[in-house]
């Protein structure tokens, strides 16, 4: 059966010899195409499936997984991949992305996160940190932010990667730096919003480039998965 679908390209690589496989975002899954001949100097898809590509596809569904026939673009943000950081801060939401098991709102916070890359930084990275919060929620693996992981106070000076969650001064024994009382509550602020509230906490809270890594860590840690992708990033935060 054919079928047209709207998605967002993550990535793509060769397979077997001249083909591809494409990992997309739709509006409800995240999904593999087989593209044949993709790699072949004739082919016309080959265009159509970079990264930062919003497109319109024709698949037929198969037994393993979808066949990419053809497409057109949307819209292309060719601007994200002439940036270095900003491309690269986009391929660790595609990474972590595709780590997850559920898509619920990536698709259009994806796409704003991209729309927002020409525009504002500040924005951009919101909404990158918006990607990151949904993805470590589907995961289950959200910090505790309703007071210290441990003894359930209030009192609160730090978010604990081990711990899960945010620290007291007596559970925190010193361990971890202190965090300032605005960065704690933009934390709790971004794990307890729902969607309705997004922009409450874009209004009163600055996200940065140190919070998209903070985030992707924190994934990376309780995943158990090592991403090069954030390696490469926090390589080039002191270049910029």
């Not at 106070?153 to 001064?169: A, I, N, P």
């Amino acid at each position: 059966m054919k079928t047209k679908i709207q998605a967002l390209v993550l990535s793509v690589v060769e397979y077997k010899e001249k083909d591809g496989l494409v990992k997309v975002l739709t509006a409800d899954s995240i999904l593999t195409l087989y593209a044949r001949g993709l790699f072949k100097p004739n082919s016309k898809n080959l265009r159509l499936v970079q990264p930062f590509s919003y497109n319109e596809f024709m698949i037929e569904d198969k037994m393993k997984m979808p066949l990419l026939l053809q497409g057109h673009t949307i819209h292309y943000y060719y601007h994200i991949q002439e940036d270095l950081l900003k491309s690269s801060c986009c391929f660790v939401l595609h990474d972590l992305i595709q780590r997850t098991r559920k898509e619920e709102n990536l698709f259009n916070v994806l796409l704003d996160c991209w729309n927002s890359a020409d525009k504002n930084l500040d924005d951009f990275y919101f909404w990158a940190c918006i990607v990151l919060k949904y993805c470590i929620e589907q995961e289950g693996i959200q910090p505790f932010v309703d007071g210290c992981v441990h003894c359930s106070s209030t009192r609160v000076e730090t978010l604990s990667q081990k711990d899960g969650g945010f620290l007291c001064e007596k559970c925190n024994h010193g361990q971890y730096p202190k965090w300032s009382i605005e960065q704690l509550k933009k934390y709790r602020a971004l794990f307890k919003c729902k969607e309705e509230n997004l922009d409450y906490v874009k209004n009163h809270f600055n996200f940065n480039l140190d919070d998209l890594i903070y985030l992707a860590k924190w994934m990376e840690y309780h995943s158990q998965k090592n991403y090069p992708s954030i390696r490469f990033v926090e390589n080039i935060r002191g270049l910029n």
